[in-house]
Every structure is written in C-alpha cells, then in structure tokens.
DNA sequence: TGGATATATGAGCATCTGTTCAGATGCTAA
DNA sequence: TTAGCATCTGAACAGATGCTCATATATCCA
C-alpha cells in the first residue's frame, strides 16, 4: 500500500504502525470479537443475558419480565443463538433457554469490575 | 404492573421472573454495561482500542493503521474519550491517545479465550 | 383430525450509527 | 500576524438495527 494511500499528514510514526499490524488479530477473530461485543451493545439481548445466567426461561417469561413483545425476544434469541450464546431445550410446546456457555456471564462481571472501577 | 399489561400466554413462570427481577442490576449500571460493551462493538472502534492496547498512537497514526479517514478516526476517538475509555496528551499540534485503564484491554483478552473457546 | 398454545419468521418501518464533507479550532514557526 | 499542519466538529446521507404486525410452524389435547 503506496504511502498516499493511507494518509497526508507530515507526522507519521511508521514504527508504530508496523507494530500495530505486528500485534493485530487476524481479520477473522476481530470480526468474531466485535460481534460477540454487539450481541451484548443491546439493552434488551444485555438482560436477556443476564436473566439467564440465573436460570433457563422460556420465551414467555423473558417478554414479561423485559416488558417486551414476545416475537422481540424471539427474534434476538434468534440471534444469541446464531452466535451460540445461548441454548433451549423443548418441554413440550415451551422452549426453554439458557447460556451455552457462562463464559458470557463471566465477561459481564468482569466489565462491570471495570464499571465500578 | 397488571398481568394483562405483560403477558397473554398462560404459561408463565411467576417465580422465575420474580428471581430474574430481584437479581436484575439497577437501570443505571446495566445502561453503562451495554454503553461499555457498545463502544467495543464496532471493528473501528475495536481495533483502535487494541492498537492503543499496545502503545500510544496519534490520529493520524491510527488513521493509517486502519485505513480510514482521519476524521472517522476523530469521530470514534471522541465517543471513547467521552466514555473515558482512552484520554490524550498534546505535544505540539498532536495530539497522542492511549488506553484510560487498561481493564478495557484485559475485557478483550477474556472475550478473545471465549471465541477460542 | 381440528383447535389451542408457544414460538419462529419475514416484511416493513422508524430509528440509530458510522462515514464523508466542509469548515472551525488549536498549536507552532516564520 | 500569517501560514500550515493536526485535529475537531456539525450536518447530511447511506446502511444497519430493533421493533411491530401478520403469518407460519410445532406441539399437545380433545
């Protein structure tokens, strides 16, 4: 990539943009980060989240304690599910869901840490 | 809150959203939780706070790094800056960023294990 | 099988978000 | 003070996002 490519200023520091592509992760794992971030950026996919690192819920329970529509919450379990945050096991016609994993809660905590500084 | 006002199915779990209620954080804090996990949702903005992770960098010096406009660059550094995820030195008409607290970059290492699983 | 319940899904829409562009600000040196 | 550079900022626009509404699917039971 040409220098005129990338940027007109007269104070650019190679050295530490060289390391800056040195110590990057690979497209595909930023990509991966930056996702698993937006699945918990919503206030609505944060609580469902929460919730469920206490106890599995079903559908139902999940849009009257977050005071939404169900097909809202169907629609972002959808999406925990695409990125395998969360699982559900059938009872009958009731789905119930819970964290695939807790690692997720784990990274709540610790933000929160961060939160409350 | 009436139940109609919640729910029309009949299958409800009283109790499990009660325990969701009683665990839930307060409206505050869960709002600075998605805000945090929002700043680090966007590949720009992500990758800016990993390359500060590593060493400080001036605008346009990220500019480069990233392949973006200088102004794009400014735009996401200021919505980090308000959050106080990264502050600035000026020397001269530069202006140097780096990490506020590095809590941010030890939250991106912790996401990273998961994604590795 | 038919009807009721729980959930899923697609289209449509309003809002949010990230970028670009133009112009403003701040610092330095001549 | 003026010119030049680095950065900031606001407006505008395109694309993403989350919700609603209508409809589809799945399960259970009469």
Same mark, same amino acid.
């Given at each position: 990539?040409?220098?005129?490519?990338?940027?007109?200023c007269r104070v650019i520091h190679e050295e530490r943009?060289?390391? %800056?592509r040195e110590?990057? &992760?690979d497209k595909r794992e930023t990509g991966l980060l930056a996702q698993l971030f937006k699945a918990m950026a919503d206030l609505t996919r944060l609580k469902i989240i929460m919730?469920?690192?206490?106890?599995e819920m079903c559908v139902c329970d999940l849009a009257a304690f977050l005071g939404v529509s169900e097909? %809202?919450?169907?629609?972002? &379990?959808?999406?925990?599910r695409q990125l395998q945050l969360v699982s559900n096991r059938?009872?009958?016609p009731v789905l119930y869901y819970r964290l695939a994993?807790?690692?997720v809660?784990?990274?709540?905590?610790?933000?929160?840490?961060?939160i409350r500084e």
């Open positions: 990539m040409p220098r005129e490519d990338r940027c007109q943009i060289a390391g %800056a110590t990057a &992760l919730a469920l690192a206490q106890d097909s %809202a919450v169907s629609h972002q &379990l959808r999406m925990l059938r009872e009958g994993d807790h690692h809660s784990k990274l709540i905590e610790f933000a929160l840490e961060h």
